[in-house]
Nanobody, 129 residues
Framework: QVQLMESGGGSVQAGGSLRLSCVAS???GLWNPKRMAWFRQPPGN???????????????YYHDSVKGRFTISRDSAANTWSLEMDSLGPEDTGMYYC????????????????????WGQGTQVTVDS
């Protein structure tokens, strides 16, 4: 059973940085997702896709609210990916989830939650003003 596990959340002052990581486990063979992504859910709001990475094309996708501040990347361990978050503000507070989309023959936009099969449990990020 595939499991995703996030780490790296915490509290930080506005203007600070955090790095989130996600590790996939429980899969058989090679870890070969179509896309890997990060979502967040601010308090009282819906979950939104903020960054995605397609290993095959090396393409990245970002929500407008994080462009230029967040960077998604795949780590040297192929089953691990990260989200580097800089210039954090209180609006970035929320629960952050990693997700993985496997090849299925169907299409959904890279930041759409319905594209993703596997989800982590989430890690909390709190940015104090």
């Amino acid at each position: 059973q595939v499991q995703l596990m996030e780490s790296g959340g915490g509290s930080v002052q506005a203007g600070g940085s955090l790095r989130l990581s996600c590790v996939a486990s429980g899969y058989s063979g090679l870890w070969n997702p179509k896309r890997m992504a990060w979502f967040r859910q601010p308090p009282g709001n819906r979950r939104e896709g903020i960054a995605a990475f397609a290993p095959g094309s090396q393409s990245t996708y970002y929500h407008d609210s994080v462009k230029g501040r967040f960077t998604i990347s795949r780590d040297s361990a192929a089953n691990t990916w990260s989200l580097e978050m800089d210039s954090l503000g209180p609006e970035d507070t929320g629960m952050y989830y990693c997700a993985a989309e496997m090849y299925s023959g169907t299409y959904a936009p890279p930041l759409a939650g319905r594209a993703y099969t596997y989800w982590g449990q989430g890690t909390q990020v709190t940015v104090d003003s």
